[in-house]
Nanobody, 117 residues
């Protein structure tokens, strides 16, 4: 059974940077496309970025040019580097299998990112 453990969130001022991580177990990680999602209070969970098993990336419009998704197959970990953060980026960030939609309902606990203005 896949397990997803997110970490690295925190409180940062607008314009600042943060990197969140997600460690994956229970699957052959290097073969999995991965995605980062976020859920703001009162909102549905939404896709932020995805990365294929060979490193092709995609980003949703609100984060293009500011966020970078990457992966380290040796560490079974996917990262999301977030730069030029805005208050509207405040959310709980989750990872999941899949490039553009989640492939498992087995979500992790997420990691809270709060951007102050």
């Amino acid at each position: 059974q896949v397990q997803l453990v997110e970490s690295g969130g925190g409180l940062v001022q607008a314009g600042g940077s943060l990197r969140v991580s997600c460690t994956v177990s229970g699957v052959i990680f290097r073969m999995q496309p991965m995605g980062w999602y976020r859920q703001a209070p009162g909102m549905h969970r939404e896709l932020v970025a995805g990365i294929s098993s060979i490193g092709t990336t995609n980003y949703e419009d609100p984060v293009k040019g500011r966020f970078t998704i990457s992966r380290d197959n040796a560490k079974n970990t996917v990262y999301l580097q977030m730069n030029s953060l805005k208050p509207e980026d405040t959310a709980v960030y989750y990872c999941n299998l899949g490039l553009t939609r989640p492939l498992t309902n087995n979500w992790g606990q997420g990691t809270q990112v709060t951007v102050s203005s």
